[in-house]
T-cell receptor, first 112, second 115 residues
Framework: GESVGLHLPTLSVQEGDNSIINCAYS??????FIWYKQESGKGPQFIID?????DKRQGQRVTVLLNKTVKHLSLQIAATQPGDSAVYFC???????????FGQGTELSVKP | EPEVTQTPSHQVTQMGQEVILRCVPI?????FYWYRQILGQKVEFLVS????????KSEIFDDQFSVERPDGSNFTLKIRSTKLEDSAMYFC?????????????FGPGTRLTVT
């Protein structure tokens, strides 16, 4: 079936530490994955994406890793800052039509 | 930087009333979406729209829902007879026409409260 889920609902880290947010997906045919950040009262904000023909992609302070063997996706945030506090969602592209299927979300809390 | 805008930011309505949620996608985008998020839950796909017609819709998007692109800039979601369970944040999103670009840009959302 189509479902994307997250392992942990909350994650608390110390400012300056690295954060790792995990995601499991079930549709092995998915070809595109994306991480969004959602701050309170706002819409999802694009962080980084990755296609299924890649296993790693880096952005500014963020890295996404894709393990197709175990259908696992992770978001790594380097030197986490208080401004990184938000809910993070992974999503997969459901089909050729482009709809995104979102996971439950992980709330990241950064302690100063 | 261009962004998706939505109005109103908050809509309160009585059960059974019709509501129209409005979105202005990014100007050169051709793919449009509506999603909803019930408080504390994940974002759920409602409908996608391309070339003036619905591309795909979810089970949530029943006969009470409709979408329209009345002009070259607006994209609307109408709920004909609201139910209590329609209370949620509704997000509009759009995607560029770039081949192979799947990123969707989301608006700030409209909080719909049905009483």
């Amino acid at each position: 079936g189509e479902s994307v889920g997250l392992h942990l609902p909350t994650l608390s880290v110390q400012e300056g530490d690295n954060s790792i947010i995990n995601c499991a997906y079930s549709n092995s045919a998915s070809d595109y994955f994306i991480w969004y950040k959602q701050e309170s009262g706002k819409g999802p904000q694009f962080i980084i994406d990755i296609r299924s023909n890649m296993d790693k992609r880096q952005g500014q302070r963020v890295t996404v890793l894709l393990n197709k063997t175990v259908k696992h996706l992770s978001l790594q945030i380097a030197a986490t800052q208080p401004g990184d506090s938000a809910v993070y969602f992974c999503a997969e592209r459901g089909n050729q039509g482009g709809k995104l299927i979102f996971g439950q979300g992980t709330e990241l809390s950064v302690k100063p | 930087e261009p962004e998706v805008t939505q109005t109103p930011s908050h809509q309160v309505t009585q059960m059974g009333q019709e509501v129209i949620l409005r979105c202005v996608p990014i100007s050169n985008h051709l793919y449009f979406y509506w999603y909803r998020q019930i408080l504390g839950q994940k974002v759920e796909f409602l409908v996608s729209f391309y070339n003036n017609e619905i591309s795909e819709k979810s089970e949530i998007f029943d006969d009470q829902f409709s979408v329209e692109r009345p002009d070259g800039s607006n994209f609307t979601l109408k709920i004909r007879s609201t139910k209590l369970e329609d209370s949620a944040m509704y997000f509009c999103a759009s995607s560029p026409p770039t081949l192979g670009s799947y990123e969707q840009y989301f608006g700030p959302g409209t909080r719909l409260t049905v009483t």
